[in-house]
Nanobody
């Protein structure tokens, strides 16, 4: 069955860094565009970053441009998000998402908390 398993979240001080990982299985990872979303209580889930199936193109929310970097390793079925220069407003649950045509798969999320 399809599985997306996020890891790497945690508590970090403002200005710090984290690297989130998403392990994919149960589908042909290299065929899917991949995304990272985040959500805070009471707010809609928002797109943070996306990457094309081959990794040639990426896109970012304005709020994270220049601080976050999305990447993928299709040989390992892995998706990554490097979070640098973290701010308290980056605190959220971060979700891995795989999308192609009518397929739309989600992971269970990993908590990122930015606080001193």
């Amino acid at each position: 069955q399809v599985q997306l398993v996020e890891s790497g979240g945690g508590l970090v001080q403002p200005g710090g860094s984290l690297r989130l990982s998403c392990a994919a299985s149960g589908f042909t990872f290299s065929n899917y565009g991949m995304n990272w979303y985040r959500q805070t209580p009471g707010k809609e889930r928002e797109l943070v970053a996306g990457i094309s199936s081959a990794g040639r193109s990426t896109n970012y929310a304005d709020s994270v441009k220049g601080r976050f970097t999305i990447s993928r390793d299709n040989a390992k079925n892995m998706l990554y998000l490097q979070l640098d220069s973290l701010k308290p407003e980056d605190t959220a649950v971060y979700y891995c998402n795989a999308r192609m045509l009518r397929d739309n798969f989600w992971g269970q999320g990993t908590q990122v908390t930015v606080s001193s």
